[in-house]
């Protein structure tokens, strides 16, 4: 079938996990075989780390490398990713079902003002008695 890569045997007393003799050579294959492609390009490696960290929000991923967060994908720098940012369909996707932003508001209406006005009185400065008193003489 294929070439054996590991051989090992089940512990009984460690509730049958494997164990493996890790002095014997190990293969030296990397799980990111962008990295070992002498053809690709930094735009192609962008591409890749992006899909292989689930496809993050560019900023969150700028942010991880600028700090020094990612460091399993050699020739992808802060730098790197700014200059070939990738524009994935599965970022979008993933981000269709949250809530749009400011679409409601948190305050509540402010009550109507009591009208000062009685609905029989449209005078708006009505004068005092002592006014009209003073009038009529």
Known sequence: MGDTILT???NPNTNQLWEIDLESPQPQEHANFMA???TATPADLVAFAHAALFSPVPSTLQKALQKGYITSFPGLTSDTFAKY???SLATAKGHMDQ????????????APLPLL???DND???PEHE???DIKQQ
């Not at 809530?99 to 402010?110: D, M």
């Open 8 to 10: 090992g045997s089940r």
């Open 36 to 38: 070992t492609t002498p």
């Open 85 to 87: 940012t990738p524009h």
């Open 99 to 110: 809530q749009r932003q400011g679409i409601k508001s948190t305050k509540t209406e402010a």
């Open 117 to 119: 006005l009685e609905p």
């Open 123 to 125: 005078d708006l400065f």
């Open 130 to 132: 002592e006014q009209r």
